[in-house]
C-alpha cells in the first residue's frame, strides 16, 4: 500500500488536464484559506512523499498535496519548458479553484520550490514555504548574480540526465544493484547518510510514478558549440528549470510579499553550492572530461543565490525565515519531521514565534504552608 492511514486520493478534472490530489479523512472543504496547507512536490517524485508531514499536522488545518503532470496519478502530458515551470503553476492554480480555494499557504520541495515561486508572481499566496528549493536562476549555468554563462545554456536541461536512470525508472526498477537505480538515488542524493526509514519502498513507489514519455522526463536537448556539448531542447521536466526558460527572482518586486519560510539541509547533494547534480561542479571535480575552468564554466552557487534574493526580498519589506538543519539532506520534511512541522505551523501562522531572546525567568519561593 502506498496510501497511509487517513490519507485519500482522488483525480480531479479540471479545464487543463487531469490532476490527483492526496487528502487527509475527515478535513473540511469549509475550511478558510488561512488554514489550508498545499504541499507541492520536486522533481522524480509525487505527492506521497507528503504523506507522513499531512498526517502529523493538526487536525483542523485541511492539507493537499497534488501531482504535477508527469508524476503520480496526475495526467502525463507533455511540459512546454520555453513556459519555464509555468505549465505546472498553472495546473496548481486549476485544481485548487476547482477545489474551491482561492488562496492558501503553499509549500514546495525542490522543483516544487520553483513551482510555488512561479505561482506567486502570477497568484496572491498567504505564505510560501520552500524546502531545498531549486535557485531563483534555474538549475546550472549561471554565476551567483544569476548572469548566464552561454547564450543557449550548455550543460544544461535533458542532456544531463543519467540515461541508465532514466532506463530504470522506465523499468519500474526497484532494486539497489547499481548506483543509478531509483533506490540508490533516493539513498545517496534524496537523504543525508544514515536515514532510515520503514516507508522507503513507498519513496521508491513515488520515484517510479515519474512518466519518461515525450514531453515529460527528463526533456530533449539539441547540440552546442560549448562545453560539455549539448543545451536545453524545448519540451520535458529539466528543461523547464533552464535558465533562459526559469527566472523566479522577480519575487524580489511583488508589491504583497507573503512571508518565506526557507528550510534547507547543510549535506544537501542536489541544490548546493557544489551540487553533484551540477555538471560544472563534476567537470570541476574531474568526473567529466574537458572541463574548461571556473572562468568559463564555474559550478553553480545554488544556495547562495537564494540567499541573495531572500536578502533582497527582505531588504524590499518582505519576512523572511531561514532553517538551515546541520546533517540533513535535500529532504528535510522526512529526515527531520519535527523541526519541518514547528518550522511550518510557525510560517502558516498556526503558532506564535518564540521570544528571541527569552525574557529572563526569576526563582519564586513558596513556602509548603502556603
Given at each position: 500500500?502506498?496510501?497511509f492511514?487517513?490519507?485519500?486520493?482522488?483525480?480531479?478534472?479540471?479545464?487543463?488536464?487531469?490532476?490527483?490530489?492526496?487528502?487527509?479523512?475527515?478535513?473540511?472543504?469549509?475550511?478558510?484559506?488561512?488554514?489550508?496547507?498545499?504541499?507541492?512536490?520536486?522533481?522524480?517524485?509525487?505527492?506521497?512523499?507528503?504523506?507522513?508531514?499531512?498526517?502529523?499536522?493538526?487536525?483542523?488545518?485541511?492539507?493537499?498535496?497534488?501531482?504535477?503532470?508527469?508524476?503520480?496519478?496526475?495526467?502525463?502530458?507533455?511540459?512546454?519548458?520555453?513556459?519555464?515551470?509555468?505549465?505546472?503553476?498553472?495546473?496548481?492554480?486549476a485544481?485548487?479553484?476547482?477545489l474551491?480555494?482561492?488562496?492558501?499557504?503553499?509549500?514546495?520541495?525542490?522543483?516544487?520550490?520553483?513551482?510555488?515561486?512561479?505561482y506567486?508572481?502570477?497568484?496572491?499566496?498567504?505564505?510560501?514555504?520552500?524546502?531545498?528549493?531549486?535557485?531563483?536562476?534555474?538549475?546550472?549555468?549561471?554565476?551567483?548574480?544569476?548572469?548566464?554563462?552561454?547564450?543557449?545554456?550548455?550543460?544544461?536541461g535533458?542532456?544531463?540526465?543519467n540515461p541508465?536512470?532514466?532506463?530504470?525508472?522506465n523499468?519500474?526498477?526497484?532494486?539497489?544493484?547499481?548506483?543509478?537505480?531509483?533506490?540508490?538515488?533516493f539513498?545517496?542524493?534524496?537523504?543525508?547518510?544514515?536515514?532510515?526509514?520503514?516507508?522507503?519502498?513507498?519513496?521508491?513507489?513515488?520515484?517510479?510514478?515519474?512518466?519518461t514519455?515525450?514531453?515529460?522526463?527528463?526533456?530533449?536537448?539539441?547540440?552546442?558549440?560549448?562545453?560539455?556539448?549539448?543545451?536545453?531542447?524545448?519540451?520535458?521536466?529539466?528543461?523547464?528549470?533552464?535558465?533562459?526558460?526559469?527566472?523566479?527572482?522577480?519575487?524580489?518586486?511583488?508589491?504583497?510579499?507573503?512571508?518565506?519560510?526557507?528550510i534547507?539541509?547543510?549535506?544537501?547533494?542536489?541544490?548546493?553550492?557544489?551540487?553533484?547534480?551540477?555538471?560544472n561542479?563534476?567537470?570541476?571535480?574531474?568526473?567529466?572530461?574537458?572541463?574548461?575552468?571556473?572562468?568559463?564554466?564555474?559550478?553553480?552557487?545554488?544556495?547562495?543565490?537564494?540567499?541573495?534574493?531572500?536578502?533582497?526580498?527582505?531588504?524590499?519589506?518582505?519576512?523572511v525565515?531561514?532553517?538551515?538543519?546541520?546533517?540533513?539532506?535535500?529532504?528535510?520534511?522526512?529526515?527531520?519531521p519535527?523541526?519541518?512541522?514547528?518550522a511550518?505551523?510557525?510560517?502558516?501562522?498556526?503558532?506564535?514565534?518564540?521570544?528571541?531572546?527569552?525574557?529572563?525567568?526569576?526563582?519564586?519561593?513558596?513556602?509548603?504552608?502556603?
Amino acid at each position: 500500500m502506498t496510501l497511509f492511514d487517513g490519507i485519500t486520493a482522488r483525480v480531479i478534472e479540471t479545464p487543463r488536464l487531469m490532476v490527483n490530489v492526496l487528502e487527509r479523512e475527515g478535513d473540511d472543504p469549509e475550511t478558510p484559506p488561512d488554514r489550508t496547507v498545499v504541499f507541492i512536490h520536486g522533481n522524480v517524485s509525487s505527492s506521497l512523499f507528503w504523506q507522513e508531514t499531512m498526517q502529523d499536522l493538526p487536525a483542523d488545518l485541511r492539507v493537499i498535496a497534488i501531482d504535477l503532470r508527469g508524476f503520480g496519478g496526475t495526467e502525463h502530458a507533455p511540459i512546454d519548458a520555453t513556459r519555464g515551470v509555468r505549465d505546472f503553476s498553472d495546473d496548481v492554480r486549476a485544481a485548487l479553484a476547482v477545489l474551491g480555494i482561492p488562496t492558501a499557504h503553499l509549500v514546495g520541495w525542490s522543483m516544487g520550490g520553483g513551482v510555488i515561486l512561479q505561482y506567486a508572481l502570477d497568484h496572491p499566496v498567504l505564505s510560501l514555504t520552500l524546502q531545498a528549493p531549486v535557485s531563483p536562476y534555474g538549475f546550472g549555468g549561471t554565476r551567483r548574480d544569476g548572469s548566464r554563462l552561454t547564450d543557449d545554456d550548455a550543460g544544461c536541461g535533458g542532456g544531463g540526465a543519467n540515461p541508465d536512470f532514466v532506463q530504470r525508472l522506465n523499468d519500474h526498477d526497484r532494486t539497489d544493484e547499481a548506483p543509478t537505480s531509483p533506490r540508490s538515488v533516493f539513498r545517496s542524493g534524496y537523504v543525508a547518510a544514515g536515514y532510515e526509514s520503514p516507508y522507503e519502498d513507498v519513496w521508491v513507489e513515488s520515484m517510479l510514478t515519474t512518466s519518461t514519455a515525450t514531453g515529460n522526463y527528463p526533456g530533449d536537448s539539441v547540440p552546442s558549440e560549448s562545453w560539455p556539448g549539448f543545451a536545453p531542447g524545448r519540451v520535458g521536466v529539466l528543461n523547464t528549470m533552464t535558465p533562459g526558460h526559469f527566472d523566479v527572482s522577480g519575487i524580489v518586486e511583488l508589491a504583497d510579499k507573503p512571508p518565506i519560510l526557507w528550510i534547507h539541509g547543510t549535506l544537501d547533494a542536489i541544490v548546493s553550492d557544489a551540487s553533484f547534480y551540477d555538471l560544472n561542479n563534476l567537470g570541476k571535480l574531474g568526473v567529466i572530461p574537458g572541463w574548461p575552468g571556473d572562468d568559463v564554466a564555474p559550478p553553480q552557487q545554488m544556495v547562495s543565490q537564494t540567499r541573495d534574493v531572500l536578502e533582497r526580498y527582505a531588504a524590499a519589506g518582505g519576512e523572511v525565515t531561514e532553517l538551515s538543519l546541520e546533517g540533513v539532506g535535500h529532504s528535510p520534511h522526512l529526515e527531520r519531521p519535527v523541526a519541518f512541522r514547528h518550522a511550518l505551523l510557525e510560517a502558516i501562522g498556526y503558532v506564535g514565534h518564540p521570544i528571541d531572546p527569552a525574557p529572563p525567568t526569576e526563582a519564586i519561593i513558596i513556602r509548603s504552608s502556603d
